[in-house]
Nanobody
C-alpha cells in the first residue's frame, strides 16, 4: 500500500552537506508520521528524526545540524544534513507510520513505523 524510495546519499568530506529525499506512494503518506533512521556498520539501527502533525523531533546527536521537512503536495519528506561528521556515516532509511494525526510521544522506535525504504548510503570521510 505504501512504498518509500530514498535518494540523495553519497560520499562527501567532513563539514559538507547533503539533502536526502524520500518519495512516498500510497494513501497513507499524506497524514502519517514519517521518520529517518540510520544504521552504521556493526551497529543497531537508530533514530535520527521524525515529523508528525505534533511537530518535529531529533536525536541529540543531530540537533542543530539536521532538519526534517515534508511536502504533502509532492508526497516527499526530506532530511537536510549540514556539518556532516565521519560518525554520520551510515545507511539512512526512510520510514512511514500507519498512524496519522498528532502523537503524544516522540515516534523514535522502530515499532512506531510500518513501512520502510531500502536505504541510501551516506559516507563522510575525514
Amino acid at each position: 500500500q505504501v512504498q518509500l524510495v530514498e535518494s540523495g546519499g553519497g560520499l562527501v568530506q567532513a563539514g559538507a552537506s547533503l539533502r536526502l529525499s524520500c518519495a512516498a506512494s500510497g494513501r497513507t503518506s499524506s497524514s502519517s508520521a514519517m521518520g529517518w533512521f540510520r544504521q552504521a556498520p556493526g551497529k543497531e539501527r537508530e533514530f535520527v528524526a521524525a515529523i508528525a502533525s505534533s511537530g518535529t523531533y531529533y536525536a541529540d546527536s543531530v540537533k542543530g545540524r539536521f532538519t526534517i521537512s515534508r511536502d504533502n503536495a509532492k508526497n516527499t519528506v526530506t532530511l537536510q544534513m549540514n556539518s556532516l561528521k565521519p560518525e554520520d556515516t551510515a545507511v539512512y532509511y526512510c520510514a512511514a507510520s500507519l498512524r496519522g494525526g498528532s502523537w503524544l510521544y516522540i515516534p523514535k522506535r522502530i515499532d512506531d513505523y510500518t513501512y520502510w525504504g531500502q536505504g541510501t548510503q551516506v559516507t563522510v570521510s575525514s
